[in-house]
């Protein structure tokens, strides 16, 4: 890993559930989903009325960065496995 990548937050996605489960961390963080599973698409994605991402289909081995630009409790979730949650503190 560069030293970018090695200063950031990561979040794993294998079997069916994301890794951590809670994070909390400071506005306009990165975190970066990485899809961990060798055979299984993966979706994240945040909607609320303050901070909204899709991360699209991930490919199992992508990776998608995140910047967390407001301040808040965001519940990211998987759009392929719906019993995937993910809490997200900003503050």
């Known amino acids: 890993m560069g030293d970018l990548e090695a200063a950031g937050l990561f979040v794993s996605q294998k ?6 489960g809670n994070l909390a961390i400071t506005r306009g963080e990165t975190v970066t989903f990485v899809n961990d599973d060798s ?3 993966h979706h994240a994605f945040v909607e ?5 991402f899709d991360s699209g ?3 199992p081995g992508s990776r998608t960065p995140v910047v967390f630009t407001e301040r808040g409790t965001f519940q990211v979730l998987c759009g392929i496995h719906p019993k995937m949650k993910l809490v997200v503190r900003v503050n």
């Open 57 to 59: 289909d991930q490919e």
């Open 39 to 41: 055979d299984l698409l």
């Open 15 to 20: 079997g069916r559930a994301f890794q951590p």
């Open 48 to 52: 609320s009325d303050s901070f909204n």
